[in-house]
């Protein structure tokens, strides 16, 4: 009876209620956190500091990475490949989860962290890496430390700016790590244009195109009200602010997917990929759904085409009709080069798939054998191709 009675106290009381609310959010999060150890600390601190760079894009190069900050290159159109850095092994979460690269202007940036410190690493050559940051900036959430970055979900570039989501924070450069730009959603947005909660995470970006200069992001709804397809978010200024978006047009999606852009158009998935929807004016209206016709795909953009590879594999340029993918292209993501190869890498696997046939068969050019460690599929997460120094 006395806990009933306390009970009763807390919720008929706002001030009570309202920092039980904030306590469960605290426990919360350091229950997301992971624990970092001094080794990992002095991983992060002996790695170089940013403002070497000095793009020179002449040379295609593909970049894939993994978990531990497995970052592998190849310089060769895909044939041979080179592990250039690895920091520890790490798992979903933890300092060095790593699930994120972007190509932007003769440089590559790849995010390292999810739940536990959070670092930028950048490379203008594929073989060199650094922090991207110069360490003259100290944003909040490195807490005094010049070289962590705010939680980031994933990364991506446009108008020689690079912008990262991940959680509640949104963070851009456009200067190669001079200067960082953070954006907070907690004291920006109270509810969102229909009037609900902001209850989000996993917060992903994406450049739609020189046409418009306007990034997008998209996070799933955590909430039990509100849309099921998420929420989207939009910036005009290069990352620097946001303004949340009430497109029309997603209310028949079932659940947060997958968002991609080939430069002009952009498509998104529902949580199986079973549906599509498109929209050529940055995400304000979409139209759709699309039957794909497969299910469990992965989204990525291949020259103008959007690739769905699942069972079977479609694909699309419009995002609405949607044709068979050769038999023989395997599930994850593709990844294609400025001369039509294909390399395709997946999260369950632990090697390196290349194409020079537009799919029809595939021949493995790289493997490597993952720690054992749990949390995580050890496999390659992301990938991107682009033009670096020699």
Avoid at 123 to 141: A, C, F, Y
Avoid at 335 to 360: E, H, M, P, V, Y
Wanted: aromatic fraction near 10%; proline fraction near 5%.
């Amino acid at each position: 009876m006395k806990c009933l009675a306390f009970a009763r106290i807390i919720f008929d009381n706002p001030t009570m209620k309202h920092l039980l609310i904030f306590t469960a959010v605290i426990l919360a999060t350091f229950a997301f956190a992971a624990e970092e150890s001094p080794a990992d600390a002095k991983i992060r601190n002996d790695i170089p500091l940013g403002g070497d760079l000095k793009p020179n894009p002449k040379v295609g190069a593909f970049v894939v990475v993994g978990h531990g900050a497995r970052i592998i290159v190849s310089k060769d159109d895909g044939k041979t490949w080179q592990q250039t850095f690895f920091a520890a092994p790490g798992a979903d979460h933890g300092p060095w989860a790593t699930k994120t690269v972007a190509y932007g202007g003769g440089v590559f940036v790849v995010g390292v962290g999810w739940g536990g410190a959070t670092i930028y690493l950048a490379s203008d050559d594929g073989m060199k890496w650094s922090h991207l940051t110069h360490g003259k900036v100290k944003l909040p959430e490195g807490k005094g430390d010049p070289l962590l970055m705010p939680g980031t979900w994933g990364i991506t570039a446009g108008k020689g700016a690079f912008v990262a989501a991940g959680y509640m924070t949104m963070t851009a450069t456009n200067d190669l790590g001079a200067v960082f730009d953070t954006f907070s959603m907690w004291g920006a947005f109270k509810n969102d244009p229909r009037g609900y909660k902001l209850s989000t995470h996993h917060v992903g970006p994406v450049y739609c195109g020189d046409a418009s200069g306007r990034f997008l992001a998209l996070g799933d709804n955590r909430g039990k009200e509100g849309p099921k397809f998420g929420h989207l978010f939009a910036s005009d200024d290069l990352g620097k602010s946001w303004q949340w978006l009430a497109p029309k047009g997603l209310d028949a999606s079932t659940g947060r997917g997958t968002l991609e852009s080939n430069g002009k158009l952009l498509v998104m998935t529902d949580t199986d990929a079973a549906n599509a929807w498109t929209s050529s004016d940055g995400g304000e209206t979409w139209d759709g759904p699309h039957t794909t016709g497969t299910k469990r795909a992965t989204l990525s953009v291949v020259g103008a085409e959007f690739w769905l590879t699942g069972k079977p594999g479609r694909a699309s340029a419009d995002g609405k009709t949607w044709r068979d993918l050769p038999a023989a292209v395997p599930a994850g993501q593709i990844i294609a080069s400025d001369s039509g190869t294909l390399i395709s890498i997946d999260r369950q696997r632990f090697n390196i798939l290349r194409s020079t046939d537009a799919g029809k068969s595939w021949n493995e050019v790289h493997s490597y054998t993952p720690p054992d460690i749990k949390g995580g599929a050890q496999g390659l997460r992301d990938g991107a191709f682009g033009l670096v120094a020699p």
